[in-house]
């Protein structure tokens, strides 16, 4: 046996949903770089989930179904209201979600049509769940969804109240577009490790919601903007980050374990970030975000993932600091969704072996003996 510790290059499984081959990143085989500047999230949903993109009337059904089916059951916002207040989001989501599998009368129908409508209902819920605690915890009423609006414009009109500007619908769905899948990272791994005991979608999405918390993986985002913050002038970039190479910290929002020349979503980002903190007049994040980028490279030969400039793109939104891992969730939805379908269809039990290192030829020894 050979041990590969954090599985490093190790193929779990086939798919055939999202590739990274020689740094580029492709949903359905197409460039990233060409559903960003043309796609709409739905599309790429409907790409994630049937390999292929959605002709018109395929689209319309699936925005209409997601609209349909947004309506949160009465009972989980009731029970959010209940949440501490000074609880992580993260934390809050993966309770929520964990209560919607709770008035699913499908959530332990295993046929491929009834986990197609549960992923409908999970795209279209998540967003209301996340608005709804971001509110709650604030002494404000939930806002409820319009079956009308895309999931970027309705997240947005939930959380605010009021309608979001076009400017601020665009970026966001762009945004939700680019960490909506990324074959097997930690998160999607963990669903698809649930799900392959033959368990419920729901506990699968409740395992990947705990992995993405982490900040190591999707955590990073709202780390990159406490680092910011922490900085606080361009001045004070190179003394900051000097200090935490020194001490052997990690810099949130840089290094990959598949990408070692750049992550492809982080120019994106980067770009929306320029524009964006110029507009709402913080273009100080920018600065300090480049100049990070370029210190860390120099000095460390790492490039920013996607977490770096989405932290100033969410901030520029409006967005508060922990909101920003459950809005990744929001993304991702369609991923996990779209990898546990997988899964099911060609399913065998994720087991794999542990090297054993401890004690061997040990006995039992009576308590008052030892
Ligand atoms: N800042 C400083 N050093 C870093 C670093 C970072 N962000 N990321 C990796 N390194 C260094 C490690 O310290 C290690 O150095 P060493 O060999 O001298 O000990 C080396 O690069 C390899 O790092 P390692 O943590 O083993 O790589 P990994 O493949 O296991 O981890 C990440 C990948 C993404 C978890 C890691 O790069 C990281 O922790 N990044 C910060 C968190 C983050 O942005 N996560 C979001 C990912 S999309």
């Known amino acids: 046996m050979t041990t590969t510790k954090g599985l490093e290059g190790v193929v779990a499984a086939q798919s055939s949903i999202c590739s990274i081959i020689d740094g580029v ?6 460039n990233i770089d060409e559903l960003a500047e043309n796609a709409t999230f739905e599309e790429v949903v409907y790409l994630l989930w049937h390999g292929v993109l959605p002709k018109r009337d395929q689209l319309s059904a699936l925005q209409k179904q997601l609209g349909e089916s947004a309506a949160v059951p009465q009972e989980v916002i009731d029970s959010i209201r209940t949440y501490p207040r000074d609880v992580h989001p993260m934390a809050a989501l993966r309770t929520a ?23 409908i209902r999970l795209i279209a819920q998540t967003p209301v769940l996340v608005a709804a605690f971001a509110r709650i915890r604030k002494g404000l009423e939930p806002v409820a969804p319009n079956p009308q609006f895309s999931v970027a414009q309705n997240f947005l009109y939930m959380l605010n109240g009021k309608e979001p500007t076009g400017t601020a619908i665009k970026a966001f769905d762009t945004a939700l577009i680019l960490h909506a899948d990324h074959e ?4 999607t791994f963990a669903g698809r490790v649930t799900v392959a005991t033959l368990t419920d979608i ?5 395992s990947a919601i705990g992995a993405l918390k982490g900040p190591l993986h999707g955590g990073a985002n709202e780390q990159v903007a406490a680092m910011l913050d922490e900085i606080g002038t361009i001045d004070n970039v190179e003394p900051y980050i000097r200090k935490a190479l020194d001490n052997k910290q990690k810099i949130m929002g840089f ?12 120019k994106w980002l980067r770009q929306m970030s320029k524009e964006l903190t110029q507009q709402v007049g913080r273009e100080e994040l920018y600065q300090m975000s480049i100049k990070i980028e370029d210190l860390v490279t120099k000095e460390k030969g790492l490039k920013p993932n ?3 400039y989405s932290a100033s793109v969410y901030v520029s939104l409006g967005l508060e600091r922990d909101l920003f891992t459950p809005i990744f969730a929001i993304s991702r939805m369609s ?9 099911y269809e060609n399913n065998r039990l994720i087991r794999p072996r542990a090297e054993y290192i401890g004690p061997v030829n040990q006995h039992y020894v009576p308590i008052d003996q030892r």
């Open 335 to 343: 991923g996990w969704t779209a990898h546990i379908m997988e899964q």
């Open 184 to 187: 097997f990272n930690a998160s």
């Open 97 to 119: 979600v964990s209560s919607l599998a709770l008035y699913d009368k499908e959530a332990q129908d295993m046929s491929l049509e009834a986990n197609y409508r549960k992923s």
């Open 202 to 206: 729901y506990s699968g999405i409740v």
């Open 255 to 266: 290094g990959h374990r598949v990408y070692k020349d750049g992550d492809p979503r982080a």
């Open 25 to 30: 990143l492709c949903y359905g085989g197409i």
């Open 306 to 308: 996607v977490d770096f």
